[in-house]
């Protein structure tokens, strides 16, 4: 059986009347990808927000490793173990992508007042920010002003930003996003790289991506999760189809 390092039980989420996030769990496991997905409005990032601590759910329970993290704010649940990158890019444009990096890699140093420790985690922090930049394929760029790179490689910069924190679980918000084909086929294989030793979940909208990416499908629609399972499992389901991939698919 495969790890579990997040799970979300009977997850709500109301705005006013509506019901956002409406009674959802799932699961994170190391080494899988688990993509949610649904149309727009489904709940998608209010779920996105309810495991980074960014929103506080009305109703549910939220446990990350063996901790119950429900209600913690996202500084503490980040420094807990859990990463996550935004829709909107989220980056320090006048700093170079080393400095992002480093900045990132930093933010989580233990004891990083203390003078005795500083010349120890300056090196580690070092060297966790230039693995992460080499993982993500921006050594070339190392020095670029973060500002003036393309959007694909700024979209790479974010995801190394999450990963120099030292992260088990990754919760990334559309990072496919506005990305050409090539900038996307490498996000892809990036993705598939960090799938080793993290349990991820990805909210997509390209579904080529997602069905190339998902070892784990879950699809929401109106808040509420109507099918979740393999792709394929969750390709063959009936009210997936009518619901939501027949209405991607009509679109092209
Ligand atoms: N802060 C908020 N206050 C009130 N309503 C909200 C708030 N945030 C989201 N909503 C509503 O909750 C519902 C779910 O929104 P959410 O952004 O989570 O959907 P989504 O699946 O991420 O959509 P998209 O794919 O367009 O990003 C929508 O009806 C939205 O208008």
């Not at 930093?106 to 966790?128: C, M, V, Y």
């Not at 790479?156 to 990754?170: D, N, S």
């Not at 190339?212 to 999760?225: E, I």
Request: charged content about 20%; aromatic content about 4%; overall charge negative.
């Amino acid at each position: 059986m495969p790890e579990v390092l997040l799970k979300a039980e009977g997850l709500t989420k109301r705005f006013g009347g509506l019901a956002a996030v409406n009674n959802v769990s799932v699961e994170l496991w190391r080494d899988r990808i688990h993509a949610v997905i649904g149309p727009n409005g489904a709940g998608k990032s209010t779920l996105t927000n309810l495991l980074s601590g960014d929103l506080p759910p009305t109703q549910g329970r939220i446990t990350l490793g063996n901790i119950d993290v429900t209600g913690w704010p996202p500084e503490k649940i980040s420094r807990q173990g859990l990463g996550r990158s935004y829709q909107k890019t989220n980056i320090f444009a006048p700093f170079s992508v080393w400095e992002n990096v480093r900045l990132a890699a930093q933010s989580r140093a233990p004891h990083a007042a203390r003078w005795l420790e500083k010349a120890t985690n300056f090196i580690a922090n070092n060297d966790r920010a230039m693995r992460t930049i080499e993982l993500c394929g921006l050594e070339n760029r190392k020095n670029a002003i973060a500002g003036a790179i393309s959007h694909g490689e700024q979209r790479q910069l974010e995801i190394a930003m999450t990963l120099a924190t030292g992260p088990q679980v990754l919760l990334l918000d559309e990072p496919l996003a506005g990305m050409g084909v090539a900038e996307a086929e490498r996000m892809v294989e990036l993705l598939l790289k960090l799938k080793k030793d993290h349990a991820m979940m990805l909210v997509e909208h390209d579904m080529d991506a997602v069905f190339a990416l998902a070892d784990h499908l879950t699809v929401m629609v109106n808040g509420q999760v109507i099918a979740s399972g393999t792709p394929a499992d969750v390709r063959a389901d009936a009210n997936v189809q009518s619901a939501y991939l027949g209405e991607e698919d009509a679109h092209g």
